[in-house]
């Protein structure tokens, strides 16, 4: 059982503390958790309840939304308020919550197709906006719920029931995305990695503004085994890099890291041959995101080799909620508005009896 | 030089020019002017979809017309005894509305052959004879301002833009019109440009003196004040008006008003109307699109706000999905559709009634809301908190169905005192309300209301209420997941009592003589043309009976019993019949209906005309 | 040991288990079979909206069920003969819609305490004589499975998984289906892991032999052949046959079919077969959301392509707006919407017929829209050849409302010959048709079709009929920008004239007796149920009319008449009442609507009471 | 009078080329053009009718299509096929229209509401598709036609009637945009310098796949002036970059050029003072977007300096309309489908008369 530690989160500083000491139990609800068996959801679920108590807020000030999609269930397994909403269009209806109730966390759940294709318009605004909004997309690279297609994020030639032949589209990177959508908070991480996925809750919990963090979920019904590459024990450590803020960037193995080219581009090459201190420092707080555009572009879409995860970017920009209170704040220094003169305005004349 | 001042009891002016040329602030001044001086009006502006379309053309004439009288009036008139006509566009655009002997005030100096052919005009109709039936005053308006300016230091271009300020001058002479507020108005529109502000106030009294001095005027007109309600007045549009009736709700509720909206004519206005009145708490959104709007209202909403989204109709069509949503969670919403002609981009700028059915049925499965339509511009404002009423009091989310002619169009406004405004006051859920088996307490959200079936509205941040909404179908009571058959019929049977429940006033009949046998139903902006046309009817000494509707779903209980006491029925509409439809559906009355999809409101005259003709039937 | 065998004129056989145990393919195997073997039949597959839901739970409960028959029949039947339970959770499901006397088949290796307790039993229904009513078959099916396949190197859970052919084949003995093509399907299915493959066959052969040696089932049943029209027949689920329907309509037009779609429950199993057929040169396009989906496909049909979009209602809500731009474009274009349970996500995996008025009406402004609906799975295909014919000829947006039922259904289809399909051939414009004042020729992209009120279809890439279309009101004829008043008048009616006009087939009443004086009106996936309540009724000696419409928008011409025809006319929906506000808006009647929304067809014998009722009222 | 000179427009292969020679003339139609006098839409416009004849396509096979706002008439004036569509949904149509009809040249007008506000989830799947349209983005940095609200690329602070008291989004950089969103082409030019416009367009045209061009447009009556300072001939050299592929990246005034720091960011100094041999120089084919990414990051949202203008990224990657087209051709070489034996499929009976 985790105490409920203030860790100060900046992003929380209006939302109510709770006194009480939490564990992931209170977070569960009594309803059956409809998942597949196997499901990668299911770690995810566990995962966040589990991290939950962390933050030590008040149960009912914290509110989950989703839109459609089997990871968009989630909200009926959290013991907070919640809504279900309607496909892509969480981040909007989520927006409208946070700005308006700045005592209240507001995570977000949300699936490859539901972010990024019929929601895509919603993400990016919440994103440039940044709303303090806590943003979990579970990235199968499949629509689960409707048994099957390819989604936004699918390999290219991706053969499924409505793409026979192979899917046609270049897939979208949800981190390079983001980066252009001027988001604040980037991060990624991964269903199976318990302790990496709580970190990375962490810290876009502790981000002002809108986190988005990417969650690598296997559905094992549709796509089973998408991200095996970097879940098998064999493999994963010489395919991913572990992005830390401060320290250099290296596969998880340490046999190979990144590096600044001669020509200024970012390349990969064996720890041993350009040297430890040449690798790049990872600094998440640049003010540019250009460097972390460039680290979303390492990872090869097919075979995942080098695939960065961690947290891409995290910088301070005011957030859109905090402005819009204090607009209204400002707008009602002079005093609250008077009705009666409102309506009446200044153009008025008088019908005598 | 005192000229002869006539009487007249009510006068319709219409100013037309090129969009460049400040026709709706000349006719917005001279409406506050009118108003001021007490009398009744109500007025039409008419402007084309693009911003400024080029010098001289067709499409591109902007007009504004004000119908002023020393009486109640309802309309802005059928057709103009003035028109200012600032070129020849101006006058090709509008001639076919005025009647024979109406005064037309032609600014000559537009009037070249360029101009002339630009709209088709083979030959100058200030000189071929076309024109002989009207009372034509040939005016160089442009000219005479620029003389009038000559002394200011400014540009060609510049001077002749203060023409606008020379007519309202002239015109304001000509109906004794009060000056200060309208040189007061300059003061603040260009108090930072003083040269600019100097020569627009020149201007302005150049034309009073040209009106007073020249021949071409032989007489000055008055107009009574009308006998109006005692009572402090203003004059409102019905953007403002609706802006403001959401504002007073929210304060008479005690909840703070939230839009999410995307701009789109001619609904922006109230966007940009609330955006101003931060100082009541109220919140504005610029979403980006107009299903993150209503989402961010639903959300607010959810989060105990009073969430509004505001729109037209083909914001309403992209809104849909998420209306049905909002049936779904059974959350407050208000949603304002100012309607314009349609299908599809349609006509912008133009009025139309449209979108009731799309309001009554555009979502999927059976997803029934509320519908209030407010009658005249100032009357925006009590739908508008009619509206909030209904959706605060019974969770759900209601359309507040405006137009394109109540939107943008204007009227005396008695102004209500704040109490005398209903009281609003919300209840939030703040306990459990469902005994479990073993004795502990929950929180069912779908508990209902047993009188209004209304569920309650629980707040994130309350303890203990902590619960889960969602689109799917839910189990009556507990609100979990079912996809059971039975629920299912029920909770689709519940959500529709609910709204046929709404409790809503009945419907009033002005029936004065008692002896009508034709009954002329309407609903929204149509009031004011039904209403001058059953007064024509009637002053004619034919009895008619006019009922109008403020509630379209639910209708209000007696309108069933109302409409079998009359022989005939008929429903004018803007439209082709949609109000019919559901009056005949639901009541199997042969109503008859009577359409015009012109993108103007109906003209009495040809109502009055229908009316008689029904009336000589039966 | 040869079984008595007994002959039974029909059976309705419901397979339930947990959405992992394979019942729909269970129930499509034996569906197959049944089909070839010659029976009538009708089926019902009714899921769960999850994937998988948790083992043994109620709210994941799969089932299949289906109704053969040696004589026609309507419908998958009203409560089942047979249940095959799998599972607690199944049972508790199932057990209340059976009638006393049925055929419980139980699987008792998952009558644990444990399962039982899941769903909420106390006690084990195997043994509390909560089941007496009913012929209980308890049957240890996993552990027989497991047993079969003793000898395969299969571990533990992979053996059990088989358990669903191991009942299939149980059940194929007990009706005496083939078992070949079976065994064929597997081969297809598993060929690329034999040993899974093999062990298929076995269980499904232990099945087999297991009906035929346990003392369980006394008797062996026969179901004749049906006596149905000569021909060549084939099963069908309404989905597919809309899909073909749709290529059928393409090949008979000459153009190619264009798909825009977005994945949504009942409807992507159409995405999903015509992406399987571009050897038809059939285009499918999985777009980035519901309003892509028709964008694209509306962008194909200005190409030249027959645009076609489908989805379910919640898309539909999305889609309102670029539907509007269809109307206004006048381009060919067919929205199909399998209909599911509403409103919002409301129940994806159910049927209803609750999209009606959001097809006639889900668009701001007066945009009429042709509506054709499907009456039976096989009748998709017919319908959706005639949408592209009503799209393509009269150069409209057609709705074309299946529902979920339909969609999943099946029924054995007598197939046509590709001869005996309309001849769709579509003229595309080549010619200038506008002389100008000038005796210049131009293209004018909205002169009519003097029948048809049809306006040109001209397909960039043919030259001299360069033009511009767009949302905005445009003038009569030449198509340009127009705002002016009596051309939008005009347009709008012209549009509506056109809808209007559409020549749609006469309903035809079935009346054999000729004296009913109660008729029942249904339209789309009704069908089945009312027919089946008819007989029944008629059975009793009673006379009852019955008509279905194909036809929502326009209504067929004689519509009228034959409404005037009865002296009762009752309307049964999957809605609550909304071809009943059409009809009794239209034409006075007043027609009694008989709604269930339980996300179930209707029940024929309920039916049958319902109309029971009223002709004894008469 | 440019004749029709074949470029060989790779992009434009399939469309059928003219005989007859053209004149921006022959693109004009008979309506009048309805935008505000001095608005920059009309130099756009006469830019593209004096462009087009350089294509040397029949008139009949070229296609506009826009979605709504002022810019949004543009179809109306261009004597070709043409459809002026609805709010944001441009893309796509277009993308439907293109992928079925190769023999089209294609292009959409949006603003940067119709692209960027409403439109976005539109854009962002075209581009990352790679369908082959050529996009024109007019940026005035407000919503013109509905009378002056801000657009998701006005600066933020904005006071627009909808904002009285300044907006509070962060803009959008579109060219960052398009290039989180996989485009593989993306360029900026200027209204008013018709020069470099027509080169854009060219290099557009010529471009297989989306193009995207972002074009800076003035509107004169609710945002006068937005992109002044990149048009007065005073400071336009100075604070603009001119990106030419395979030359130094400096400002047209030669002062200042574009270097990689040390820690391999993108750094602008005085040419004189790191030597114009360490200057950047172009390269619009890299594979990687991330330089291209990194210049769009350069300018200043507010005072504009250094806004680099010109193609930004300019890559080959498979179309999906070629793609799409050569599935279906290949799903027929075995022979066109046959109805009869379709619809009949595998499982049939005889019922005998
Ligand atoms: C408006 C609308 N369109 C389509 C659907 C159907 N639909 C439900 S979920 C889904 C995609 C789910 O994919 P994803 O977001 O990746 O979630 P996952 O199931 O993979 O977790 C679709 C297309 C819907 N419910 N609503
Ligand atoms: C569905 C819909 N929503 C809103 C509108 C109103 N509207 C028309 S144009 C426009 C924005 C125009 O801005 P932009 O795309 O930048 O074009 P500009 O006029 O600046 O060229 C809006 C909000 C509309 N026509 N349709
Ligand atoms: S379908 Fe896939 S994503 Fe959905 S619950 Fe099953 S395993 Fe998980
Ligand atoms: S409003 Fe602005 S963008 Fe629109 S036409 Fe006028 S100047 Fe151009
Ligand atoms: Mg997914
Ligand atoms: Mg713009």
Redesign the pocket.
Known sequence: MSEAVDLGFPSLRLVPKTEAPQTAKDFKTDQEVRWCPGCGDYAILAGVQSFMPELGLKKENIVWISG?????RFPYYMNTYGMHS??GRAPAIASGLAMTRPDLSVWVV??????LS?GGNHLMHALRRNVNLKILL?N?R?????KGQY?PTSEFGKVTKSTPLGSLDYPFNPVSFALGAEASFVARTIDSDRKHLTETLRAAALHEGTALVEIYQN?NIFNDGAWDPLKDSDHRDSLTFRLEHGKPITLVDGSRGVYRAEDGTLQIADVDEVGRRSLLIHDAHAADPSVAFGLSRLSDPLSLANTPIGVFRDVKRATYDEMFQAQLHKAQEGGRGDLAALIAGKDTWEIAP | MTKEVVQLDQVIIRFAGDSGDGMQLTGDQFTSRTAEFGNDLSTLPDFPAEIRAPAGTLPGVSAFQLHFADHEIMTPGDSPNVLVAMNPAALKANIKDLPRGADLILNTDEFTSRNLAKVGYDTNPLDDGSLDSFRVHPIALTSLTVEALKDFDLGKKEAERAKNMFALGMLSWLYHRPTEATIEFLGNKFGRTPEILAANIAAFEAGWSYGETTEEFSVQYEIRPARMKPGRYRNISGNVALSYGLIAASERAGIPLYLGSYPITPASEILHELSKHKNFGVMTFQAEDEIAGIGAALGASYGGMIGVTTTSGPGVALKS?TIGLAVALELPLVIVDVQRGGPSTGLPTKTEQADLLQAMFGRNGEAPVPIVAPCSPADCFNAAIEAVRIATTYRTPVFLLSDGYLANGSEPWQIPSIESLPDLTVQFASEPNHTNDDGSMDFWPFIRDPETLARPWAVPGTPGLEHRIGGIEKADGSGNISYDAANHDKMVRLRQAKIDGIDVPDVVVDDPSGDARVLLLGWGSTFGPIGAAVRRVRSEGLPVAEAHLRHLNPFPKNLGEVLKGYDKVVIPEMNLGQLALLIRGKYLVDAIPYNQVRGLPFKAEELAGVIKDVIASV
Do not use: K, P, Q, V
């Open positions: 459609i999609g089997c990871s968009s309607i496909h949300t699936g490859d197709g539901d972010a019929i579970f199968n499949i629509y689960g719920l409707t989604s559905c | 999905e």
